[in-house]
Every structure is written in C-alpha cells, then in structure tokens.
C-alpha cells in the first residue's frame, strides 16, 4: 500500500506535481499565429513600409521624437494589422513654432506618456487618402486615433483640407502599401496632454503652441519679415540648396522622387551607361559589366527602366564572388538574367539608409525584380549583411555609383533565393561541381564593348 501524506498518497502527489509542471512549461512557449509563425518582437518589417519611409523623410523632427518616445515596436504591431494614416507637422512647426516650455515638458523622461499620447494623436489605424476626405458640403468625418482619441477631417469651401485645426499642406506626401502620410502644417495636441502640461507646471493661461501670425524679424536686418509671396508651379526653389539638402548623417538621407517627377522625363541609357563605366574604372567588377552588357539585355533594360521614372538599387558581386558560380548555375536558360534580378531592388538605398533601417528593425526585406522573392538584410558586425547562412553578403564597397536614380553597392558574395540553396544544395551532393573559369577582362575593352552596345 502507497504511503499518505496529509490523506494523499505519495503517487497522486507526485503526478499532480508533474502535471503542473507541464502546463507551465507550455505556458511559458511563445505564441504562435494561425500562419505558424511567431508572435514575437523579432518580426521582420519590409523596407518598402510607411514606418520606414516616416524615419527616412524630410520630417525629421517628428522621426526624431518617434525614436525618442520608444514607440517604434507599436508602431511596428500597428502597420502589421492594418494600413495606418499620418499626419506629419512640418519641422518648422516643431522648431520654431512650439513653446520652448512645452517642448521641455515633452521631453524629460518622467513625461514619456505624454509624449507617446501626442505622437499616437497623429496616427489613424486605417487608410485614408486626399480622395477621401469629406466634400466642403458634407459633414466632418470622425476618425480615432492610436491613443483612443478622435481627429475632425474638414473641407472648406475653398478648397482646404483640415485635420483638426491644421491644414493639410502637403496630401499624399508619401504614399506606400501599408498607409499614407501627409503634411500638415501645425502640430496636432489632444486635450489631455494640454491639460496634463498645464497642471504640472500650474500655469493654465499658457498655450502650446505659440499663436498664429506672430511677427518674426530678420535676425539680418532686425526688421520684421513680410510674409513670401505664393509660389508657382514649375518655378526655381525658393530655399537656398544647403537649407534644402538631406539630413546629416545621424539620419538616411531623403529617398529619390519616384516616377512622375517634375520633368517627366530623365536619360536612363546614359545613366546607366555611365555606372557600368564607373563600375569597370572602379575595379574588381569587371564580371558584373560582362553580364549587363554582352552576356544579356539587362543594361538596356535599366536604361528603359531609368527613363520612365523608376529608382534602382544594384547590389553588385565582386569578380571574386562571380569566380565561384558554377557551370550548372550559368547553364540554364535565362539564368545569368535571373541571378542579376535578384540583385536589383526598384528602390533608392544608400550604405547609410540600409544600415540606419537595419540598426533599427533588425531585419529588412527589400523587393527585388525577381519577384516575389525578397533580399533580407540585417545588421552584423557594424555592416550590412545580406542573405543568411553560407549564401550570404557583406556590404564591401559602399556607394560605388550614387546619382539619385541609380545606386551601386558592391557586396563579397552572389545571392540567391532560399528555395535555390536548396535545389543547388542537392545538385552539389550528386554531382560534381565544376566551376566556371572565366578570365577576367581588362577594364579598357569593356569600356569598348560599352559604348557599342549603349
């Protein structure tokens, strides 16, 4: 007969026991969705993402706070739920037309919630265009923001769009797949914050934003400014080119427009024809130009591609990375051309924008022209690495050729899709391997063979 404790046999006490433990161990696992993946933090976010864009953009003082306020994980769980919309102030609305006072009180450590709510005022969970703005003789539309509180959409009848108290001064600014973000004028503050600023410092009469047309002067002149006139459209910019010029380095500079542009036409031939020169000049690349110049079409292609307004990103295998690819891989039809579209990414990317987008998701999956497969980067070791295990890349040499429609960044290793590892990891336990020597070609006979074919 089994011992009792208490009136409980040894074995019932020892199975409970283990029951227990069991439910805890399984409690304690990750949770996993429908599609089997991971709910994790470790999710990996697409480069082509409105939030991406938002840190990337000529709004620089709204990324700023949006780092500062550590809201980059929600707003990461927010873009993988829905298509979110938001409101951006221009940086002049947060420099210069914010109460230095409040713009303390948002900032020091014990008033985060504050700064989190007035960020989140600035968001729509859903997708809203300029077209669907309410018509001057509708009714306001009520939206809820991420802080659980509401924005106003109006028209006037003269046209304007208003969020709130701000105009809409620049729809559609910049628009991707999973949301919208449009420029406003001023800086958007709930009540709440208002309040909670007001209380802390016991000063009720004082307002956050400074009031509407209060004269500036001309530090130059000491004189007050009058205010510029409208300016047309097509007319030479008003600011000088170093007020215009991308943020330094702490952030990516601004993306290239994309197609549409103000000219509406630009040379993509010679574009392309002038970085597969740069290219062969620059040295150890001499099997890249082969490929997009004599072995297939791909340079007319870009050219064309170039012409109609498209950015590109090529991510270009050195000569010693090229001397590794075997016969099989080469072989097939159509494979040097494949091989080369999956090193193409229809985006504008510098070494600094990959490594600051990098640096701050972990993981980016960049589009390429080999659709539907993607280029995973991520950071390792002060670098950007592409690919994963042994079929990864290195950035090796940076910024080969950057012209504000074509970028170059030279990589240590050809990529391939997962699914090709795979499929060439079998071939190379069956057979063989038998590697493709090419000698490599001097500089000054591409560049022959380059201009005939450009």
Request: glycine share 8%; proline share 7%.
């Amino acid at each position: 007969m089994d011992s009792h404790i208490y009136g409980v046999s040894k074995k019932t006490l020892f199975l409970f026991t283990l029951l227990c433990l069991s439910v805890s161990s399984i409690s304690a696992l990750p949770h996993q969705n429908k599609a089997g993946n991971s709910t994790g933090t470790g999710q990996m976010i697409n480069s082509n993402s409105v939030l991406v864009a938002l840190l990337d953009s000529h709004y620089t003082e709204l990324a700023e706070l949006v780092e500062k306020a550590l809201l980059l994980q929600t707003l990461e769980e927010a873009v993988g739920k829905h298509n979110i919309t938001i409101f951006a102030p221009r940086n002049e609305a947060l420099e210069r037309q914010l109460d230095p006072e409040f713009k303390r009180f948002l900032l020091e450590p014990g008033n985060l919630k504050s700064l989190q709510t007035l960020l989140l005022f600035h968001i729509i969970p859903q997708r809203v265009g300029s077209n669907d703005w309410p018509g001057h003789k509708s009714n306001p539309s009520r939206h809820t923001t991420l802080c659980n509180d509401h924005q106003h959409l109006i028209t006037q009848n003269s046209g304007k769009k208003l969020v709130g108290s701000a105009e809409v001064t620049r729809p559609d600014d910049v628009i991707r797949p999973d949301g919208v973000i449009h420029g406003i004028e001023r800086l958007l503050i709930p009540q709440s914050v208002q309040e909670d600023f007001n209380r802390r410092r016991n000063l009720r009469s004082i307002s956050a934003v400074l009031p509407e047309g209060a004269p500036e002067v001309d530090p130059r002149t000491h004189r007050l400014k009058k205010p510029e006139p409208p300016v047309r459209a097509g007319s030479p910019p008003v600011l000088p080119i170093y007020d215009a010029m991308s943020p330094g380095p702490s952030l990516a500079p601004a993306p290239a427009p994309g197609p549409g542009g103000p000219h509406h036409h630009f040379d993509g031939e010679s574009q392309v024809k002038d970085f597969i020169q740069t290219l062969l000049l620059y040295g150890g690349y001499n099997e890249m130009a082969d490929i997009l110049v004599n072995l297939t079409s791909l340079a007319t292609e870009m050219g064309r591609l170039v012409s109609e307004g498209y950015v590109l990103t090529v991510l270009a295998p050195n000569d010693e990375a090229m001397a590794k690819l075997t016969t099989d891989q080469l072989s097939e039809p159509g494979a040097p051309e494949q091989i080369i579209y999956y090193h193409i990414i229809p985006e504008y990317q510098t070494e600094e924008s990959m490594y600051n987008a990098v640096r701050r998701f972990g993981k980016i999956g960049y589009d390429t022209l080999r659709l539907p497969h993607k280029v995973v980067a991520q950071e390792a070791d002060g670098s950007v690495k592409f690919g994963s295990g042994d079929g990864s890349a290195y950035l090796f040499d940076p910024d080969i050729y950057t012209d504000g429609r074509i970028s170059v960044q030279g990589i240590d290793g050809v990529l391939f899709p997962e699914v090709e590892k795979e499929s060439t990891s079998v071939k190379k336990s069956v057979s063989s391997v038998k590697v493709a020597t090419t000698n490599p070609r001097r500089g000054m006979l591409l560049l022959s063979s380059v201009n005939l074919s450009l």
